[in-house]
């Protein structure tokens, strides 16, 4: 069995014009194998925060984690908890141990104090695709995946029971995504997921998201509860 192995303290640190809490933690793997685990919280300290997990692209290190966080900034800015594990053996590592993310995110809360509410799984580009195949394989532990960008991946896809699936990819993605877009997202509805998926006009494979429309998406997403 998993268990908590420890935490760090949090710190608070100034990023732009908000202030936010961050600091890291270690937990260990079903096979003794430990984690170290970023963590992110708006400063205001509220008990009542949701959690994202979000899941780097290329080899998912350290580099690459704070490469991409302005996404996971953009969700602390709007009162996400925002945890980004970072992986000791390279980009599959955590899709090969996507059956351990329900019992890591139950670490992460008793740690935390975070509210109970399913956890949203965030990624971009390969990290995208991750978030996509660790929540099909278990979809009622998810409130639902954004993947800026993602494809799946495989031809196994089980009952998404719903699963909210946010799916953006760039009009002129470099790796050419957006050509298998249309079958990626008829795959998904007809697995069950509900799919909000567009592609970005001018776009390539890595973008800004446009906020207004996801924050639409997480609203809904977050009635649905």
């Excluded at 290190?61 to 996400?80: H, P, S, T, Y």
């Excluded at 995946?145 to 470099?174: C, H, M, N, S, W």
């Amino acid at each position: 069995m998993r268990r908590l192995f420890c935490s760090l303290l949090l710190l608070s640190l100034a990023l732009g014009n908000s202030a936010l809490r961050a600091g890291e933690d270690v937990l260990l793997m079903s096979g003794g194998q430990s984690i170290r685990v970023l963590y992110f919280e708006p400063a205001t300290g509220d008990t009542d925060t949701p959690l994202a997990v979000m899941v780097t692209g290329g080899s998912s290190n350290e580099f690459m984690a704070r490469a991409q966080f302005w996404l996971g900034k953009e969700l602390v800015d709007r009162g996400w908890a925002v945890a980004v594990p970072i992986s000791p053996d390279g980009r599959d590592f955590f899709v090969e141990h996507a059956a351990e993310f329900p019992q890591l995110i139950s670490d992460l809360r008793n740690l935390h104090d975070l509210n109970s509410s399913k956890t949203l799984l965030v990624g971009i580009s390969s990290g995208g695709s991750a978030a996509l195949k660790i929540a099909a394989m278990q979809p009622d532990q998810y409130l639902g995946v954004v993947a800026t960008p993602g494809r799946l991946k495989g031809d196994d896809l089980q009952y998404l029971d719903g699963l909210p699936v946010f799916l953006r990819i760039g009009e002129k993605d470099d790796l050419r995504w957006n050509r298998r877009m249309d079958r990626d997202v008829a795959r998904l509805q007809s697995a069950g997921a509900v799919v909000n998926a567009a592609l970005v006009p001018g776009a390539k494979h890595i973008f800004p998201v446009n906020w207004t429309d996801l924050e639409a998406w997480l609203e809904t997403t977050l009635q649905g509860l």
